[in-house]
């Protein structure tokens, strides 16, 4: 039954990943040049595009193929799959939710330490030769700290949930309360900045998140406040970051993403007072291992039973 089914492949995969699937389908790579020409000679053959979340699939690629019937992506973000069209063409769309939520809200916990510690500062520190000048300046307690989480989803939940430990005072904002959640809910992000120490922003991306983290809402933190994201870079609007931790109008930031991904603003590096990670969330081999299993499921599935294990609703 395999054999009726092409699938395409958008941008690069993991190099396991892409070897597992070659293996197994029939599979073509969408070209970077000459992709006209492409898909007017192999268009029609492809039922199934797999993807990443970076790099998705647009309504455009969706329209020139006209025989597909799904998009399975590797990550849980889905801001990239023109949804819409997906759904204007019944073409259903899967992710890889769950599997990964431990590990990016670990990731979550483990920027929020270093920040308020200053573990990297302070490695940066002692490697670099200057303990023998004096001792490391004094970090803030993690303690009882009041957070607030953009997003109390899989990932802001589980954050939560290991942050419990620490004693805070716990807060949240979306667009919607959860019933099942006894923590307080904002309907204002800058309310929510303004009665927290610590703002971890773990919403999903896309156009509704969009500078969400606007430069008011890095204001109303203040300057004892810290900033966490392990989201999406366009959530926050990278600017008014920069602005606010280079004048010290918000005390640190911990960011495992960025705007222009793989590109770091300069200025963000200069500062001793942010934890930079490459976008390291789901990155252990643990839990890349699961998202490409889940990831191949959802492939066999559709193929065999023409429906996904986690589709996107
Ligand atoms: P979920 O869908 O479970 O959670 C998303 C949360 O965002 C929900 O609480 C939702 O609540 C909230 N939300 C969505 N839109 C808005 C909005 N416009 N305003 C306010 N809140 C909003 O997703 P996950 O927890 O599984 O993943 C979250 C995101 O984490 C992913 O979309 C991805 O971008 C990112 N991620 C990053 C990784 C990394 O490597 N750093 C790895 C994996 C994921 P409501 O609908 O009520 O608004």
Known sequence: QEGVHTVLQVGSMPPELATRLHREFTVLQLPSVGVER???????????????????????????????????????????????????????????????????????VGLLIDCLRGISAADRFVRQGNWINGPYPLGTRVSGKRIGI????????????????????????????????????????????????????????????????????????????????????????????????????????????YTHEPRVPEALLALDNVVALPHLGSATTETRLDMANLFLMNLRQFIAEGTLTTPVS
């Open 38 to 108: 492409f898909l007017e000679e192999n268009g029609s053959r492809v039922t199934i595009a797999v993807t990443t979340g970076l790099t998705g699939v647009s309504g455009q690629l969706m329209r020139a193929l006209p025989n597909l019937d799904a998009v399975i992506s590797f990550g849980v973000g889905f801001e990239t799959i023109d949804i819409c069209a997906a759904e204007q063409l019944g073409v259903v769309v899967s992710n890889t939710p769950d599997v990964l939520t431990d590990c990016v809200a670990d990731l979550a």
């Open 150 to 257: 953009v997003g109390l989803g899989r990932i802001g939940l589980a954050t939560a949930r290991r942050l419990e430990a620490f004693g805070p005072t716990i807060a949240y904002h979306s667009r919607n309360r959860l019933v099942e959640v006894a923590y307080p809910w904002y309907e204002s992000l800058i309310d929510l900045a303004s009665d927290s120490d610590v703002l971890i922003v773990a919403v999903s991306g896309g156009t509704s998140t969009t500078g969400l983290v606007s430069r008011e809402v890095i204001a109303a933190l203040g300057s004892d406040g810290y900033l966490i994201n392990v989201a999406r870079g366009t959530v926050v609007d990278e600017n008014a970051l920069v602005d606010a931790l280079a004048q010290k109008q918000i005390a640190g930031a911990g960011l495992d993403v």
